[in-house]
């Protein structure tokens, strides 16, 4: 999988997922670095085809009313040393990967990893 680590998360997370096998682009790598626009990294995901790691609240306000990004993992911790950080992603790492086969936004707190869908199906 892909992913864009955004600005206010550690460019740990960007190496660590790397160091997985996965595609990883962290903001600070942006022309704009950590002032690139929520709407430049709504463009940028979805013309990479890129999964959205981000604390920002703003995005999931994004994602539950326009369903952009399409995929967002939104970390729900609070502030976490970097260790504590990767400790966590290494234990619900693999949860997080299985919930995207199924769900376009996954939530990972410090005690608990949910899936859901924000889009309305028809059904």
Same mark, same amino acid.
């Given at each position: 999988?892909?992913?864009?680590?955004?600005?206010?998360?550690?460019?740990?997370?960007?190496?660590?997922?790397?160091?997985?096998?996965?595609?990883?682009?962290?903001? &600070?790598?942006? %022309?704009? *670095?950590?002032?690139?626009?929520?709407?430049?990294?709504? @463009?940028?995901?979805?013309?990479?085809? $890129?999964?959205?790691?981000?604390?920002?609240?703003?995005?999931?306000?994004?994602?539950?009313? &326009?369903?952009? %990004?399409? *995929?967002?993992?939104?970390?729900?911790?609070?502030?976490? @040393?970097?260790?504590?950080?990767?400790? $966590?992603?290494?234990?619900?790492?693999?949860?997080?990967?299985?919930?995207?086969?199924?769900?376009?936004?996954?939530?990972?707190?410090?005690?608990?990893?949910?899936?859901?869908?924000?889009?309305?199906?028809?059904?």
């Amino acid at each position: 999988m892909k992913f864009l680590v955004d600005a206010q998360l550690p460019p740990l997370l960007k190496s660590w997922l790397i160091e997985r096998g996965h595609d990883c682009v962290h903001a &600070l790598d942006l %022309p704009q *670095k950590d002032r690139t626009t929520d709407d430049e990294i709504i @463009r940028i995901v979805a013309e990479q085809g $890129l999964i959205l790691i981000s604390k920002d609240t703003d995005f999931l306000k994004l994602k539950l009313l &326009l369903n952009k %990004p399409e *995929k967002l993992l939104l970390i729900t911790t609070g502030n976490l @040393r970097n260790a504590d950080l990767a400790a $966590l992603f290494e234990s619900n790492f693999e949860s997080v990967m299985r919930l995207f086969q199924t769900f376009e936004l996954v939530e990972l707190g410090n005690s608990f990893v949910i899936g859901r869908n924000t889009t309305n199906t028809g059904t």
